[in-house]
């Protein structure tokens, strides 16, 4: 073959497959729409499977169970609260006052009586405080600190020997029903005695409408208003030792026999937080009384007491007292040092 002929050949060769089919020189098979469409479908089914599959396992479930409980306890808390809306609580009964002019800032159901549960032990540990008894003396629990009302465990076994300073610190911070058993049974005369020189105590404050049966607060007969008990957190804020038991955050007890000592916390959470500047507290619980709670707190300079009782739910009464400082911080004017209280709604008609 001549080179002419040999040229020829090659271009004649290499025309033949520029002009021929894509599909016919290609390694991969020619892609037919349907058939990929057809793929997209199922593919598409089984993803939605999947999730479908997924929404109905335990992990999902799981998943919007601590989603939901989440949302529930930011609205116990009043996370989800500015303070500039009304101040809605769930306590039924609350009573809120400047501690130095004795403005209320909010008020609820506040002459109505209802028990109080262990709001109690701050009459309690006056009542002590009162008689100076020996604080370091050494107390026994005995079987009638027992509590035989509600059945209550504790910690503190019969046998157990504690300073009464102790057994103040754990009645007041902890809310140890056989601490406070054990005060009122050593007390002169016993619990009866004791008993009978709460409600002389109540009367001596002024506190008109409470009245007390045990030194406990287990004994639903233990019942007060906000208003007296307004009255009942002045009265105990005066004792040092009151103050200083009710904020400590725990408390450690070494008990004879023991080779580790018992730890003891404070039942009121908001103690150990920066925001607060809590100068008195006391929380209480039986089914009778619902949550209840009692604090002096300083809000913007200015000392204010907490009445908050019979709210349902564990986190509520902790709650409003979030939405009540929230609420005050928000509402009241730069400048406190009067102790007048305007919300934005007062100053708007102040202005108009």
């Keep these: 073959m001549t080179a002419f002929s040999k040229q020829c050949f090659l271009s004649a060769l290499l025309l033949s497959f520029a002009l021929a089919p894509m599909d016919l020189i290609s390694a991969e098979p020619a892609i037919n729409p349907a058939t990929f469409t057809g793929q997209t479908i199922v593919v598409a089914k089984e993803v939605k499977l999947v999730k479908i599959n997924y929404k109905k396992s335990r992990s999902y479930k ?27 609580l769930a306590s039924n009964k609350a009573l809120i006052i400047n501690q130095n002019t004795g403005e209320v800032l909010f008020s609820k159901n506040e002459s109505v009586a209802s028990p109080i549960a262990s709001i109690t032990k701050l009459m309690t540990a006056m009542v002590v405080l009162d008689m100076q008894q020996e604080l370091d003396e050494e107390i026994f629990i005995s079987n009638q600190d027992v509590d035989k009302i509600k059945n209550t465990r504790s910690r503190l076994k019969v046998g157990t020997k504690l300073l009464r300073a102790d057994l103040l610190q754990l009645a007041l911070m902890s809310s140890e029903n056989r601490a406070a058993f054990a005060l009122a049974s050593n007390y002169p005369g ?25 030194p406990t607060g287990l004994e639903y007969r233990n019942v007060s208003t906000a208003q007296d008990l307004v009255k009942m957190v002045k009265a105990a804020y005066q004792y040092p030792e009151i103050r200083q038991a ?8 070494y008990i004879e026999g023991k080779k580790d000592a018992l730890q003891f916390r404070n039942t009121n959470s908001l103690v150990s937080k920066d925001e607060w500047q809590i100068g008195l507290s006391k929380t209480g619980f039986i089914n009778e009384a619902g949550r209840c709670l009692v604090m002096q707190a300083e809000i913007d300079g200015e000392p204010l007491i907490f009445v908050l009782l019979d709210s349902s739910g564990k986190l509520s009464r902790i709650g409003d007292a979030n939405r009540v400082r929230k609420w005050v911080k928000y509402n009241s004017e730069a400048d406190t040092i009067t102790g007048d209280f305007k919300t934005k709604e007062d100053e708007l008609l102040d202005n108009g």
């Design 62 to 88: 799981r998943k919007l169970r601590r989603q939901r409980l989440q949302k529930i306890r930011a609205t116990q808390l009043g996370e989800n609260y500015d303070g500039s809306g009304p101040l809605d």
């Design 190 to 214: 016993g619990q009866a005695a004791f008993i009978r020189a709460m409600n002389t105590k109540a009367k001596l404050i002024g506190l008109t409408h409470t009245n007390f049966a045990d």
């Design 246 to 253: 009710t904020t400590t955050t725990k408390h450690s007890v």
